[in-house]
């Protein structure tokens, strides 16, 4: 066993009573990491093995180790010896994909922060928050450091609320208001939340497009965040929205741009509609509600459509008319790519983002600051957003944008006029 190792294993010893299964775990996977980061360096190296100076001298080869640094995981800081390189080929230099040279945190830990914020932790108690997931001994997560952590991420944040959108051309937004744990600055008014809208770009990648505070129900709110999206360049709306009925987005979308066809959540309509039944229905109508917006077709929609309504329409007519009341706007997807209906016919891209933070119930005594909540938000959703995936049939938007008509999700065939 290295001397590194040895030193580890004693120092977590003498640490106090611990968990041998937690130990055990932590050092595989520092082992495992360690052999990872050495394979890339060797495989590099292997790589560039034929080119050499008029000497005969390689010009990629190893060089010693980097000073040993202890990377903050979600199983506590895993103390890691990163070899060094000598490339001395011109303006060429190495940098590891595994172990990239300034990294102190896995990126799990940079979302953790956020979330914990979110959930209502004050920065006074991170540490202690932060101690107890991640070990005693994490360094450099501090308050203090907590808080510098903080103020460059809201300068992160101010930066991307400023950036311009002019080369940018969105087919779908999804739009939702999100309450916290954490209060913004107007406590006394508990509608107060923060508005997010996602979008779909020409190759089919989800983005975020804008985050603001505001009030769920107020067009204005709304209107102010899509006229801020134009102000910095975006020249056309979507081709469709996606969101939940009650908001204030739809008066203000149809204002700013009147052109973008409205889908409503069929999540949220669901939740509505159910919410109205009493519990021993509730399990058979959500099956009549599948049938509408899982059919393969519009008319079969409206088949179902129509036979909800004759089966529960005189005893639960307050059910019946929440679904009545969108009728429009709840089957726009069948004129949209089949391959695109999973995407937007609810407001699941946001849904499944903040499922673990939101909550739209219970709040903290304490009252977070507006721009720091915002800051928030954004950090936690650029995390997320690393691992969110094209739009299925992504290949197929370039036909949307062009205008290309579609019925129940293909393509309309184009019949030729008689010569």
Request: a positive charge; one cysteine or more.
């Amino acid at each position: 066993m290295e001397n590194d190792e040895r030193e580890y294993l004693e120092k977590q010893v003498k640490e106090g009573p611990k968990d041998v299964l937690e130990m055990i775990i932590r050092e595989g996977a520092r082992r495992m990491l360690q052999a990872a980061i050495e394979n890339e360096v060797a495989e590099y190296i292997d790589r560039f093995k034929t080119e050499t100076d008029l000497q005969g001298h390689r010009l990629v080869v190893r060089n010693g180790s980097l000073p040993k640094r202890e990377i903050i995981t979600g199983i506590g800081p895993l103390p890691m010896k990163q070899p060094r390189i000598r490339d001395k080929r011109a303006g060429k230099y190495f940098t590891s994909n595994i172990l990239p040279r300034y990294m102190r945190r896995v990126p799990s830990i940079d979302a953790l922060i956020p979330f914990l914020y979110l959930k209502g932790i004050s920065t006074g108690d991170f540490s202690h928050a932060l101690a107890n997931i991640l070990g005693e001994d994490a360094p450099g997560l501090s308050a203090t450091n907590i808080v510098r952590l903080k103020k460059i991420w809201e300068q992160d944040y101010q930066a991307w609320a400023k950036r311009d959108l002019s080369d940018k051309r969105y087919v779908y937004f999804w739009a939702d208001g999100i309450h916290f744990n954490v209060r913004l600055e107007d406590p006394e008014n508990n509608r107060q939340c923060i508005l997010v809208i996602m979008g779909a770009l020409e190759d089919g990648r989800k983005e975020l497009v804008s985050v603001l505070d505001g009030y769920r129900e107020s067009k204005q709110s709304w209107q102010e965040m899509l006229k801020d999206l134009k102000q910095r360049g975006l020249k056309e709306g979507p081709k469709l929205a996606a969101g939940d009925g009650g908001l204030g987005f739809w008066a203000a979308l149809s204002e700013e741009f009147p052109e973008t066809r409205e889908q409503r959540c069929w999540v949220h309509k669901t939740a509505n509609i159910l919410d109205k039944m009493p519990k021993s229905v509730q399990g058979r109508a959500k099956v009549h509600i599948h049938d509408m917006y899982l059919a393969p077709t519009k008319d079969e929609a409206m088949k179902a459509y129509r036979h909800f309504l004759s089966l529960y329409e005189v005893k639960y007519d307050r059910a019946c008319a929440c679904l009545r009341k969108d009728e429009a706007s709840l089957f726009s997807f069948y004129d949209f790519p089949a391959e695109h209906w999973v995407h937007i016919r609810s407001t699941n891209p946001i849904e499944s983002t903040f499922a673990t933070v939101r909550l739209r119930t219970k709040r903290t005594k304490g009252c977070g600051s507006r721009l720091a909540t915002l800051t928030m938000v954004f950090k936690l959703t650029l995390e997320a957003e690393k691992t969110w995936k094209k739009l299925k049939g992504h290949k197929l938007i370039c036909k949307v944008i062009e205008g290309v008509k579609f019925v129940d999700g293909e393509m309309a065939k184009i019949t030729e006029e008689a010569a």
